[in-house]
């Protein structure tokens, strides 16, 4: 798996649609998804290039399983998150649907961070 490019590809797909909802509330003066839009440009989009750019740099933090896995720590809970959102701040859902899958999705986004830390703490040279 080429981690580096799954992570610009997945987050250029973000920065799509996180432009997207700016330029909707831009021209409808409607400001209610200010906070999904931040999300899925940073938490989506910033932070994957970021993450993209690292695995490209630091070809070593590339190599094994635990880039492989805070990939898909990243992918699946931030995608959860984003949705639930998404649902929450577009009115199409209410609080109730944030639990348990709020805290499920930031915990696999955090140990994915914590996976990133290390393995740039050990490989990044
Ligand atoms: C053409 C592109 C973009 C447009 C039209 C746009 C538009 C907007 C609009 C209308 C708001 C709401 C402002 C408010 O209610 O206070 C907003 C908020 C925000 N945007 Fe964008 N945006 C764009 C791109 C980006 C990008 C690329 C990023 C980050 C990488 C970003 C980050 C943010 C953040 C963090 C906020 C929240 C700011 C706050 O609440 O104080 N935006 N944007
Ligand atoms: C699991 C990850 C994250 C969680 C659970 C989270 C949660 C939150 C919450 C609860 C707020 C306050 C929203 C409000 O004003 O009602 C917030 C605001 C904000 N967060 Fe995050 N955040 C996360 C990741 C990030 C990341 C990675 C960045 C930047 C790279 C970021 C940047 C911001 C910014 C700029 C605001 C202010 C946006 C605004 O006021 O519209 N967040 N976040």
């Known amino acids: 798996m ?30 209610d998804l200010a906070i999904v839009h931040a999300h899925i440009n940073l938490l989506g989009f910033t932070l994957m290039a970021v993450f993209g750019i690292a695995y490209k740099v630091f070809p070593a933090m590339a190599e094994g399983k635990l880039a492989r896995y805070h990939f898909y720590l990243h992918a699946v809970g931030s995608l959860i998150l984003l949705v639930l959102l998404f649902l929450l701040m577009s009115g199409m859902a209410g609080e109730a649907i944030m639990m348990p899958l709020a805290p499920i999705s930031e915990l ?18």
Request: overall charge positive; aromatic content about 14%; glycine content about 12%.
């Open 2 to 31: 080429n981690v580096a490019k799954n992570f610009l590809v997945m987050g250029s797909l973000y920065l799509v649609i996180g432009i997207a909802i700016g330029m909707y509330m831009g021209a409808s003066g409607n400001h």
């Open 108 to 125: 696999l986004v955090f140990i994915g961070v914590l996976i990133f830390a290390y393995n740039a703490y050990s490989k990044a040279d």
